[in-house]
């Protein structure tokens, strides 16, 4: 068993308050959730106004599809939110 998790930070340039950004944040969240077959919360930087910090984990039999669907949903986040600029992310397999 391979447990994946991404720690992805967000940058939000156009959010002027936490209602801005939890407006951004929870669609994101429901996006990723409804496209893939992942976990994706929250996780840091709460009370920040343009930043926000994204969970996603995955668990699976292979390590390979495990890393593949993370770089998957990293991508299609790039791709389809342009509301959000990824910062930094990091894949950890354990």
Not at 6 to 14: G, N
Not at 28 to 54: K, Y
Request: charged share 25%.
């Amino acid at each position: 068993m391979v447990v994946a998790v991404c720690t992805l930070e967000l940058e939000i340039p156009a959010s002027h308050s936490l209602k801005d950004k939890r407006h951004v944040v929870r669609s994101l969240v429901a996006r990723v959730r409804q496209a893939f077959n992942v976990s994706v919360a929250e996780v840091g930087d709460l009370d920040a106004w343009q930043v926000a910090t994204i969970g996603i984990v995955c668990v699976s039999a292979d390590e390979k599809y495990a890393q593949g669907l993370l770089e998957k949903v990293i991508d299609n986040i790039e791709r389809s939110r342009l509301d959000a600029v990824i910062a930094d992310y990091s894949i950890e397999l354990w």
